[in-house]
């Protein structure tokens, strides 16, 4: 079985020293979205953290080799489903940003750890809005 999926944007910022977790980025730039995607955005306001599903473009292929790995932070080896490395069976990365604006097909946000020209798979939010 196979999966196919598009792109609903890309990341855009000109730091090039991304930190490897948003858990500890202060990292800002935008999320830019196809414009056929503007009304989806309609609900998503500043203070608000959403979950941004992108996919992992500059990885290497995952082979066994990588089953096991020592992360940066560790002094041990330990397996890739324990760790946000990126190379990953399917190279796909989940972060939780703080939204700063929205204008237009642009979300302004904090916390990137993700590369410039990175693909947007999907957004969620942390919390649905329209339920507060």
Do not use: C
């Amino acid at each position: 079985m196979g999966i196919e999926m598009n792109p609903i944007g890309f990341v855009s910022t000109d730091r090039k020293d991304i930190p490897r977790s948003w858990k500890v980025s202060d990292v800002e730039g935008n999320l830019v979205l196809d414009e056929a995607y503007v009304e989806g955005l309609g609900d998503i306001k500043p203070g608000q953290r959403i979950y941004v599903i992108f996919h992992f473009h500059k990885s290497p292929n995952f082979t066994e080799r990588f089953m096991r790995i020592k992360p940066p932070v560790h002094d041990r080896v330990v397996g890739v489903f324990s760790t946000h490395s990126p190379i990953r069976p399917n190279p796909i990365g989940l972060s939780l940003l703080e939204v700063l604006g929205v204008e237009g097909a642009v979300i302004r946000v904090k916390g990137l750890d993700m590369l410039d020209q990175t693909p947007i798979l999907d957004i969620k939010p942390e919390s649905e809005p329209w339920k507060d």
